[in-house]
DNA sequence: GTCTATATCTCGATAGAC
DNA sequence: GTCTATCGAGATATAGAC
């Protein structure tokens, strides 16, 4: 971690921090010390660790947002659906770490909660604009039910990850074969959810 | 909080802070203050902040044991799941804040995920037990996919509600409608999942 | 068992030399 | 822009009176 724009590095060094032990469980000296500078360094670049974990999330959310816009939105429910779904599981398995940062800091309570429900939000939408025609507006097969359940089948797995491996006797579940295999899975659970519906 | 045995109070207080903020952001003078005592009195019951935490980790362990143990095990496949599933979320409205600690650790990468682990391993077996005769052992449609997605439905919705609180214009998911509306959500997954496998 | 007082450490953040 | 040095606050943990 010593090559690049210094200012670079830093974040870098925070973005792994952080989703690894939380904002609370990370000082500015363990991130200085993985950025290879002193800790004043980061002061200079970021003048509090609050604006560093901010500026974290704004490079993710950046991110997000542009992978949300790329996906193609022609097709039936179906269609839409599973692409949807594989856009947003490509996005996770090239930042693994975004999910376990958002849920560290929603289930921690964070102050930053409002920033972080709008990459929330932005998913809701989508699946919301989705499922219109085909689920009603309330009660137990709302669009809402179905995104929080959607969203806790494909986050999970890679939440879950460190307690998997181990319970798997220790192969790891973010290797490729196990990713495509939980892929697969996920892609299944819609078909049989749609299906159900009678969306298809 | 000023009733009670002293220790017993401050393994309550330190549940509490631990749950909300994680480990990393409560300090034994919180605990204390919370506990109605003071600081150097938390140091005698428990001799350091970390057997604090694994003695509340502990507890709840003891609690979930315990729970598991009184599902009964009869019927065909989906009477056992459902039955299964409505002991975990009975559970959980019980203990709102043991989902939060479990996963707040497990993706933290803390240091007690072993002890974690067995918590998560114990669903486990159950959901495997279950599932046994309707899935194959490995592969997208192995009970351990399914597992971590049953994990996800039903735990995703009491980690999320801080952020769907606001989502949804301020109600409060974890009020006692909300949480009737999720119940039958679930229930319909599983229903669909079932009805896919050909189990029902 | 509970307290006050304190030792020792590490934290976030700043000052100022280079 | 990066460093050394340091500040003041707050952390974990302990000593010892009561």
Redesign the pocket.
């Known amino acids: 971690m010593t090559n690049g724009d ?2 670079e590095r830093i974040l870098d060094a925070a973005d792994e921090l952080f989703s690894a032990r939380g904002i609370a469980g ?5 991130v ?1 010390e993985r950025a ?6 980061v ?3 970021y ?4 604006e560093l974990f901010e500026r974290v999330l704004e490079r993710y959310y950046t991110a997000h947002a542009r992978v949300l816009e790329s996906v193609d939105s022609g097709g039936d429910v179906s269609e839409r659906l599973h692409r949807f779904i594989d856009a947003y599981l490509d996005f996770i398995e090239d930042h693994h770490r975004y999910v376990r940062l958002v849920q560290m800091e929603i289930t921690s309570g964070s102050a930053h909660l409002p920033q972080i429900a709008r990459g929330v939000g932005l998913l809701h939408e989508r699946v919301q604009a989705i499922l219109s025609g085909l689920v009603p507006d309330s009660g137990p097969l709302a669009a809402r039910q179905f995104f929080v359940s959607f969203a806790g089948i494909v986050n999970n797995y890679y939440l879950y990850a460190p307690a998997l491996s181990a319970m798997w006797g220790g192969a790891d579940p973010l290797a490729a074969g196990p990713r495509r295999e939980r892929r697969e899975h996920v892609h299944w659970i819609v078909d049989a959810l749609l299906s159900r519906l009678g969306g298809k």
Chains 1, 2 share one sequence.
């Not at 990370?26 to 363990?30: A, E, I, P, Q, Y």
């Not at 290879?36 to 360094?41: F, I, P």
């Not at 003048?47 to 609050?50: A, E, L, V, Y």
């Open positions: 210094p200012a990370v000082s500015v000296r363990d200085a290879g500078v002193k800790k004043a360094s002061f200079y670049h003048k509090s660790k609050d």
